[in-house]
């Protein structure tokens, strides 16, 4: 039994875990299975790729007949791994469940669930900060009684983080948790505020609780089971989802897209090309009762397992900000979710790969977020530039890297190794690209564009200024082209003085004559 990582991006990994049924990959969702009532053949699961799933072990307790509880794998004629949650849903939605912690922590072992849940107490939605901590403690109280009685050392026990919307306690409880010894971690108490889409409030749980927890192992997300949310969730380090949404949609003719949920009586046309909506129509198969709920739980379960699939390609190629810029254009309240993850750029660049084996994309604002354009800056503040020379300053925009742009590669290749001179491209995606990162990761690997956005072309103008003057020049050569090209000018003057700045419009003079004129003034200032 482990759990290893293949790739990282952002918080995001792709990973496999392997249970004494089996290895499945991560991020992973445990479709949520009612043990009395099962819609879908074992085939199902085989043909989908889907290596575990999740019954609940307290109605399986209340349920059983005989007195010799069965192989959970058996119950459920599914033989892969098999997770299972302890009853502490039912005590959200009805209070006390009349069994004892410790009954169910034997239980699962007894019907040899291969991943299972200690009976914690979850926190919800609308606890008073008094009853949050009395829910994290109750928690951890359990968790130490849990861990006293467990026998079988074959069985994955997940250790759940309460607190809710209570951060500071969600904190602690992750600071308690993680000094006990679990397999897997989880978040409790999301789904309210997935249903009330209070992202931000769910992205401030999720970080509270990852910044406590021991990296290594990994994070179950409760009750999450749209794919819409997926990408971001798993940017912010969940590996393990379990949801019953796939099938309670289903019920309700609903139907699960990455970029939102469908009305299947609103529909004409299926864009997906899964088994279950290819060579048929949203008319045929809402005319049949009987095939539509199993049409549409099928349906359900592609979408939810070819976006986790896109995902784990996303990080595997280091694309995963790519597909969030994608994703939180589908709606206003996914964009604020974005947006929340951006303000914890930081976090996210501790864990991004510093070079990726593909390029990136620069797509607009929210990309200067992006782990890579952090690490760049960071780059450029501690990079040992020779001081006091003549700064020559080059637009870097038509080709990658910028001293082969044919414009100007003739003036870049001249003054390239004159020890008195020092280049520096002025790059609308970068601002200043000093001439000895332009071949690095990832300026020379990115595609950026020219968003011809004033306020962009005066916050990286601003940008060229601040780092050219950190050079302490004893002269500014400019060479100006374009709206951006007169808006560094402007910034330079104001920063470093007039006197300070020979300008050269790069839109009238030739290559030939922009040499001469450096020439000249380098010969005057030298
Ligand atoms: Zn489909």
């Excluded at 050392?153 to 309460?162: C, E, F, S, T, Y």
């Excluded at 969600?170 to 010894?181: F, T, Y």
């Amino acid at each position: 039994m482990s759990f290893q990582v293949h790739a990282k991006d952002l918080l995001g990994r792709v990973g496999t875990i392997k249970t004494r049924s089996g290895a499945f990959d991560t991020p992973h969702m445990f479709p949520v299975l009612d043990p009395y009532f099962q819609i879908l053949d074992p085939a199902f699961f085989e043909r989908a790729g889907i290596g575990a799933v999740m019954t609940n072990a307290y109605l399986l307790k209340r349920g059983q007949r005989s007195s010799e509880a069965a192989d959970v794998h058996d119950t459920l004629k599914f033989k892969r791994s098999v997770a299972t949650e302890s009853g502490a849903y039912q005590i959200l939605e009805y209070g006390e469940v009349g069994v004892k912690p410790s009954e169910i922590i034997e239980y699962q072992e007894k019907i040899g669930t291969d991943i299972g849940v200690i009976l914690d107490v979850p926190t919800g939605f609308r606890s008073d900060p008094r009853r949050a901590r009395w829910t994290v403690d109750e928690t951890v109280r359990r968790a130490d009684q849990a861990l006293d009685l467990t026998s079988r050392n074959d069985i994955l026990w997940m250790g759940p983080v309460q607190g809710g919307v209570h951060l500071k306690e969600v904190a602690r409880s992750a600071e308690e948790m993680s000094k006990r010894n679990f397999p897997i971690y989880a978040l409790g108490s999301p789904t309210e505020l997935m249903e009330s889409q209070r992202y931000d409030i769910l992205v401030e749980m999720i970080i509270a609780a990852k910044t406590a927890l021991p990296k290594s192992k990994p994070f179950h997300l409760f009750g999450a089971g749209h794919p819409v949310l997926f990408p971001f969730l798993v940017a912010l380090g969940c590996d393990l989802f379990d949801s019953a949404a796939y099938a309670l949609y289903a019920r309700a003719g609903r139907y699960l897209t990455s970029e939102g949920t469908q009305l299947l009586g609103d529909m004409v046309e299926f864009s997906c090309t899964c088994p279950a909506c290819l060579d048929t129509s949203p008319a045929k198969v809402f005319a049949d009762p009987r095939e539509r709920e199993t049409r549409l739980v099928q349906h359900n379960l592609w979408a939810c397992f070819s976006e986790l699939r896109r995902i784990r390609e996303a990080i595997r190629k280091g694309r995963l900000w790519e597909l969030l810029e994608a994703r939180s254009r589908a709606h206003p309240s996914l964009m604020d979710c974005f947006d929340r993850i951006r303000s914890h750029a930081e976090q996210l660049e501790s864990s991004t790969p510093v070079v990726k084996p593909h390029g990136i994309f620069h797509l607009s604002s929210s990309s200067e977020d992006r782990p890579e354009a952090l690490d760049y800056r960071a780059r450029l503040s501690r990079s040992a530039e020779e001081k006091g020379r003549i700064v020559l300053v080059l637009p870097g925009r038509w080709r990658r890297p910028f001293h082969e742009d044919p414009r100007y590669q003739v003036v870049s290749n001249s003054f390239d190794d004159n020890p008195e001179i020092s280049i520096c491209y002025y790059s609308p995606t970068w601002g200043p690209v000093p001439i000895e990162l332009d071949e690095t990761f990832p300026i020379a690997q990115a595609e950026g564009r020219d968003l011809g956005e004033p306020e962009l072309y005066q916050s990286k103008a601003a940008h060229v200024a601040s780092f050219v003057k950190t050079l302490r020049p004893r002269r500014v050569i400019l060479v100006s082209h374009g709206e951006y090209g007169r808006t560094v000018a402007t910034e330079l003057t104001k920063t470093l003085g007039r006197r300070k700045i020979v300008l050269l419009n790069g839109e009238r003079l030739k290559p030939q004559a922009i040499m001469k004129s450096i020439e000249r003034k380098v010969a005057l200032v030298g």
